[in-house]
């Protein structure tokens, strides 16, 4: 069975190393790095946080709910716990350093119960350097640096924690702590270009470029792995990066914000976006709004299992990195077709199949606009699926499905069947390979597909005909242009089916906590992207209280594991 890449663990290394790990260049002035800010409304929010999600874990998070306060109130001794927390990366600096800002509501319990006693770094105030301290100066401390005391325009002083010393503020500064933050989030992060112009656009993207080759040279191949399926997973991680650096290289500001509230919401995310002119970011996203969708039409569905509306855009770097994947999938796939010694007939049909499967989806995000739709419900215990991609204009599916039902035995087609709204409507019936899975998901082995000259439908499950049929004719009537790229909203019960097909892999007793907590979730995710009159990408994000009992009961199991509550 193909693998597919699985490079999001290197995400996080991924932040770290272009927001917090700049080169030699940024120092020298080369590279003139974005600004970057968190913030965290204080250690009381954190607490409240917490507290929800273990509470809501029941009888598992009871058990460790006192030992793992108390872990956490250990790094709060001396902290007021009132006001925000601010993290500050010094992107300018190789590597980067970091400024830590911390509200401190007693120095005496904060210097000795907090910093020496439970974190390991003793303090030393500096001889004739009033409220500077020197940090760690002994063998083996947690940590060498540097803390001075500032007063704040909020009320509270703050310790400033750095490694240099040049990296403090100068003494007596007031200092603004929590501009980021309004009285809903918990946490905010703010990353800004104040340089833009060509130069030094590209210069960021050298700097991206630089931590690709860094990552990607720390992959290592899998005893299971063959060299193709390495370099595959490599070209998808790079995509990943990639797509993460853009935001690095080409965004005028990214502000992040969320919250977890009281009540029946378990936590609001919300983002803003604006790119760099001239970038192509900006070139992509101004497609945005120009004219209506391809599939405005189709009415979009509040309660279904998962229901998903996007144009999304795609630059042209984007199209090549995916033009290169494409063709490194179809060569693997091709490798191992030709090392099936299936029958000549079914081997053609094989590679047939692929070529013009692969052709599709380089026409697909060769628009620059990736359009899509997706909506699935359950009916009569059984999943019904309705979807749609959009094409170039004259794209011709067919050859592709007469190829997909020779390339294996047992599959047939009916073509033709009917053709409605300029859809021509055709029946698949699959073969043995994937009979179970498919019959006791959708309870059939029948999938509809509809075909135009710039688009692709699909359907499958109770009464997938006549929904198809309804979409395509409401497709066809059009809607409005509209600012909105994203639309989504998906039910977490319904998630909890797909997990029992799940299996092999790591921390299976994890995934039975998901499966159990989902399934009974009345809530819902929802999730929208849009452009405004300003050229600002505008996302908000909810999801249910379920996934905030689920990351208690998550806690609590690693918590019993890992004996953190003592």
């Known amino acids: 069975m193909s693998r597919s890449p699985r490079p999001s663990r290197l995400v996080p290394g991924l932040l770290a190393l272009l927001l917090c790990s700049a080169s030699a260049s940024a120092q020298d002035g080369k590279v003139e790095p974005p600004q970057v800010l968190f913030e965290s409304a204080g250690g009381a929010r954190v607490l409240g946080d917490f507290t929800q999600a273990i509470d809501l874990a029941g009888e598992a998070g009871a058990s460790q709910k006192q ?153 290592q191949i899998k005893a299971d792995e063959t060299p193709e399926e390495f370099d595959l997973r490599k070209t998808g991680a790079g995509m990943q990066i990639s797509a993460i650096g853009r935001f690095y290289a080409e965004a005028s500001v990214i502000f992040a914000g969320g919250s977890v509230p009281d009540g029946g919401i378990g936590a609001v995310s919300t983002i803003v976006f604006q790119p760099l002119p001239g970038t192509e970011s900006a070139e992509a996203l101004a497609q945005i709004g120009e004219r209506p969708a391809r599939f405005a039409g189709v009415p979009f569905n509040e309660e279904a299992n998962f229901c998903g509306q996007t144009r999304f855009p795609v630059t ?67 999943r019904r699926v309705v979807g749609a991609v959009g094409l170039p204009e004259g794209s011709d599916v067919k050859p592709a499905l007469e190829a997909f039902v020779a390339s294996r035995e047992g599959r047939s087609a ?106 009974a979730c009345n809530g819902r995710i929802t999730a929208t992207l849009r452009k405004d009159e300003a050229g600002y990408v505008r996302g908000r994000a909810i999801a249910p209280r379920c996934l905030l009992i689920l990351m208690g009961r998550l806690i609590a199991e690693i918590s019993e594991r890992e004996k953190l509550a003592g």
Do not use: C
């Open 67 to 219: 030992g793992l306060l108390d872990l956490l109130e250990g790094f709060l001794v001396g902290v007021d716990p009132e006001a925000p927390v601010r993290v500050e990366p010094l992107t300018k600096t190789s590597p980067t350093r970091y400024r830590i800002f911390v509200p401190v509501s007693d120095r005496r319990k904060w210097q000795q119960d907090n910093l020496n006693y439970a974190s390991g770094i003793p303090s030393r105030e500096i001889a004739g350097q009033k409220d500077r301290y020197k940090l760690g100066f002994v063998r083996n401390a947690a940590f060498d640096g540097y803390m001075e005391y500032y007063p704040s325009e909020s009320g509270p002083e703050y310790a400033v924690i750095v490694e240099q010393p040049e990296d403090l503020p100068q003494s007596g500064t007031t200092l603004k702590i929590g501009a980021l933050l309004n009285a809903d989030q918990d946490a905010a992060f703010l990353l800004r270009n104040k340089v833009g112009g060509e130069d030094a656009v590209a210069r960021r993207w050298e700097r991206v470029e630089e931590a690709e080759k860094e990552l990607l040279s720390t992959l």
């Open 316 to 382: 042209t770097s984007e199209q090549a990195r995916m033009k290169s994947l494409f063709e490194k999938m179809q060569a693997l796939l091709n490798a191992r077709t030709k090392a099936a010694n299936l029958p000549e007939a079914q081997e053609t049909a094989r590679l047939e199949a692929f070529q013009r499967m692969f052709d599709l989806a380089n026409g697909v995000t060769s628009e620059g606009l990736v359009e899509a739709i997706v909506e699935t419900v359950t009916v009569d215990g059984k």
């Open 414 to 519: 009916e073509y033709g069947v009917a053709e409605v709204a300029g859809v021509s409507l055709h029946r698949l019936t699959l073969d043995d390979t994937f009979a179970g899975y498919v019959e006791d998901l959708i309870g059939t082995r029948e999938i509809w597909i509809g075909t135009a000259s710039n688009a692709l439908w699909y359907a499958a499950g109770p009464g997938a005909r006549e929904e198809l049929e309804s979409q395509v004719t409401a497709a066809a009537a059009g809607g409005e242009a509209s600012d909105e790229f994203l639309r989504m909203t998906a039910a977490p019960a319904g998630a909890a089916k797909l997990l029992e097909k799940v299996e092999g892999g790591e921390y299976p007793e994890y995934r039975a906590i998901a499966r159990e907590v989902l399934a």
